[in-house]
């Protein structure tokens, strides 16, 4: 799978959405997340992020790790919904982007 990471935060700029050809960019409230089931690894999204939050997972650099356990985690609740546009945008984020300053 893709993975969401920390770049994203607050900037949400939603460019990556338009790529994905299964719709599994989810909207959270200071980033989006990738729906590990849902994701199959085409890559579209990773080179059209202006800031370059989505990685490979096994791309990802160790400092931002803990995004890989919030872009499954942050599923927990909804399962596997097949399209993010059907949820529209969730108003809320794993606790461990909650925690992080706002600007
Ligand atoms: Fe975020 Fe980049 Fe997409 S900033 S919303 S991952 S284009
Ligand atoms: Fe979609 Fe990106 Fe995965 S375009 S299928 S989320 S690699």
């Known amino acids: 799978t893709y993975v969401v990471a920390e770049p994203c935060i607050d900037v949400l700029d939603k460019a990556c959405i338009e790529e994905c050809p299964v719709d599994c960019l989810y909207e959270g409230g200071r980033m ?7 994701c199959v690894d085409c890559g579209a999204c990773e080179p059209v992020c202006p800031v370059e939050a989505i990685f490979y997972v096994d791309d990802l650099p160790d400092q931002w790790s803990v995004y890989v356990t919030a872009n499954v985690e942050f599923f927990e609740e909804f399962g596997s919904p097949g399209s993010a546009a059907k949820l529209g945008k ?5 606790p461990a982007v909650d925690a992080l300053p706002r600007a």
């Open 32 to 38: 989006l997340y990738i729906h590990p089931d849902e």
């Open 90 to 94: 969730i108003n809320r984020d794993h």
